[in-house]
């Protein structure tokens, strides 16, 4: 089936040529110039992915990311203005899988929703058996079913959150850097400035009852990087 992408758009020629150039790389790509009516094709036509604008009228990208995050499960990728780090990391805590900077050359948009996608299930993986999961206590955490359960409640995670929470957890007991986490997730290295990793732990922390001033289940290693803990579940 072809991917489905809605791009939240209101410069009228950049969304056409972008939308041009995205459906000659075998994608299905929608317009819209307006945040309020995007809030609502996002929930109604659940696209595979959404470019989310951030300067937009009627409702900013913030808004509308804000808005659906709880119950669109597809893939949020937000532009975001150059060297602007409280817009990337501001998308990033509002649930935003992943932000890229404008301007931005098409085939760099390309490459990054390519790496997006390849990280969602395939159709019907849902049903299939679960073949990686791993336990710790109380927590559960399933890559087939990409779920994951604490004290039997689910936990409502994003694309990139369950992909980070999935890594740590597969390494727990280990120190994983932010260049360890970025190569791994991104494709890219840590420069000292990208603060996406940051964000989402904090969104993590969050989701895990863990104590923000004094986590036990994510630990920040000073210096080093983050660990997951095999113990504290419980």
């Known amino acids: 089936m072809t991917t489905r992408i809605l791009l939240v758009e209101d410069d009228e020629r950049l969304a056409e040529l972008t939308a041009e150039y995205l459906t000659r790389n075998d994608l299905s790509v929608s317009i819209e110039p307006r ?117 039997t409640q689910p936990i409502d995670l994003t694309t990139a959150e369950f992909d980070l929470l999935w890594l740590l957890a597969s ?6 850097s932010r260049d360890d986490l970025l190569q791994e997730l991104r494709g890219i290295g840590f420069d000292g400035l990208d603060r996406s990793i940051d964000a989402r732990i904090s969104r993590l922390r969050k989701k895990l009852n863990d104590d923000p001033e004094n986590p036990t289940r994510i630990k920040t290693v000073r210096g080093k990087g983050y660990l997951f803990s095999k113990h504290d579940w419980n």
């Open 35 to 151: 945040g309020d009516a995007a809030e609502a094709r996002i929930l109604t036509e659940q696209p595979d992915l959404v470019i989310l604008d951030v300067m937009l009228p009627g409702k900013d990208g913030f808004e509308v990311c804000r808005a659906v995050r709880q119950q669109y499960r597809g893939v949020i990728l937000m532009l975001t203005a150059r060297d602007e780090d409280f817009d990337q990391i501001l998308g990033l805590e509002l649930g935003a899988d992943d932000y890229i900077a404008k301007p931005v050359q098409p085939r760099v948009l390309l490459a990054r929703i390519k790496a997006l996608l390849r990280r969602l299930p395939a159709p019907g993986e849902n049903e299939s058996g679960d073949s990686e999961s791993q336990t710790f206590g109380q927590f559960r955490i399933s890559q087939s079913t990409r779920t994951a359960t604490l004290n």
């Open 171 to 176: 390494h727990a007991g280990n120190v994983l």
